[in-house]
């Protein structure tokens, strides 16, 4: 077995890759997919593998594909191949669990190549479907809050390993908040001390959280919808459904590199606030408030003040941080989206649960059900 890995970094070298090893899956019309900060993407047919749509080939390589600079283990790809061949079992097993997205289908693991086969779960994510009036956005918010608690309250005692390259990169905006709440340009008024105070506090205990297996990067650009020109028979839409996008096989999760033991709290804020900024800036359509009401509601009294505020932590480091790298709006609003996140930010990490409970945002945490 070779120690260097293939590169496989353009169409081209893949499918020279794959016509040696893999010639008898007669694996064709490669085309690089754009987007993935992390891996490279390709889209291809396979009448072996699928007769009847396209197929996922994802590459990883031991850097971050658009920043080289910055060393990313190749390990990330076991722990997503693991995933996709235990997750659908567990969740299956889920009581009451009959409506939920799916997980891709693993075809193979090629370990010595870096390189995951799967199904193609559709060529749009949530992320881009939001705006789409034909897509139910409050009925995917509730599917995937009942999905997320399923797979929390199924995954308490499996092992799948320490994920110390996930764990490092998930707390990523713990380490950086500080230096970014300093800059005057947002307004936060203690902003470094507060910074460093969540990373010591709360970004810490990443390494060490064990309470249930967490996607480790849940947000609505990792959910894919499966677009009419990639369905099968089985996948078509039956009577009284009122879109393409109502049927439970059409949502598949992706992108389980950063799967690990930890605290589903962090899962459930870091879709609730990519949820929020959709929400804000994309046309208000509820799918944090859905989301987060699923969710409370299937887990029930497991929601306890801490879990409230390991919540709330979260997004408030994830408003405080994320919206300064990723543009939603022009600088003043995303300001005022910064500040929100450092206000809910201090109050969770100060214990103020009747703020919590009062708050527009995340109160159903501890408060009354949200009227959506």
């Not at 390589?61 to 990330?76: A, D, G, Q």
């Not at 693991?109 to 994510?125: H, V, Y």
């Not at 459930?268 to 804000?280: G, H, I, K, N």
């Not at 709006?329 to 201090?346: C, H, M, N, S």
């Amino acid at each position: 077995m070779s120690s260097t890995p293939p590169d496989l970094t353009t169409a081209s070298l893949l499918q020279y890759y794959l016509s040696t090893h893999f010639p008898s899956l007669d694996i064709h019309s490669i085309e690089a997919l754009p987007g993935g900060s992390a891996n490279y993407i390709y889209r291809a047919q396979s009448p072996v593998l699928s007769p009847s749509a396209s197929i996922i080939l994802k590459h990883a390589t031991s850097y971050v594909k658009v920043n080289p600079s910055i060393p990313f283990s190749v390990l990330r790809m076991t722990f997503e191949a693991d995933a996709y061949r235990n997750i659908p079992q567990l969740l299956s097993q889920a009581k009451g669990e009959t409506e939920t997205p799916v997980v891709p289908t693993l075809f193979f693991f090629d370990a010595e190549a870096n390189l995951l086969c799967i199904s193609d779960g559709g060529s749009k994510d949530l992320k881009e479907a939001y705006a789409d009036p034909e897509v139910d956005i409050p009925g995917i918010g509730k599917r995937l809050g009942r999905w997320l608690a399923a797979l929390h309250s199924a995954t308490k005692d499996v092992d799948i390993g320490d994920n110390v390259a996930g764990k490092t990169i998930y707390r990523h905006a713990y380490n950086r908040l500080a230096g970014t709440l300093e800059s005057p340009e947002w307004g936060v008024e203690g902003g470094k001390e507060l910074g460093k105070r969540a990373n010591a506090e709360f970004g810490a205990l990443l390494a060490t959280d064990s309470e249930c297996v967490c996607h480790g990067d849940f947000f609505p650009a990792n959910i894919l919808l499966r677009d009419q020109a990639n369905k099968t028979a089985e996948s078509t839409p039956t009577e009284g459904e009122t879109n393409a996008f109502n049927n439970p096989t059409d949502l598949t999760v992706v992108d389980w590199e950063m799967a690990r033991r930890g605290n589903g709290a962090t899962d459930l804020a870091q879709f609730c606030a990519e949820s929020f900024l959709l929400d804000r800036f994309r046309g208000g359509r509820g799918l944090m408030d859905a989301f987060l009401n699923a969710y409370i509601d299937a887990v029930g009294s497991r929601v306890d003040a801490r879990f409230a505020q390991r919540v709330a932590v979260h997004f408030g480091v994830h408003l405080g941080f994320w919206p300064t790298r990723v543009k939603w709006a022009e600088k003043g609003e995303t300001a005022e989206v910064v500040r929100l996140g450092a206000a809910t930010l201090e109050r969770a990490m100060d214990g103020d649960e009747e703020w919590l409970r009062e708050s527009s945002v995340l109160g159903r945490l501890l408060g009354s059900k949200i009227v959506i």
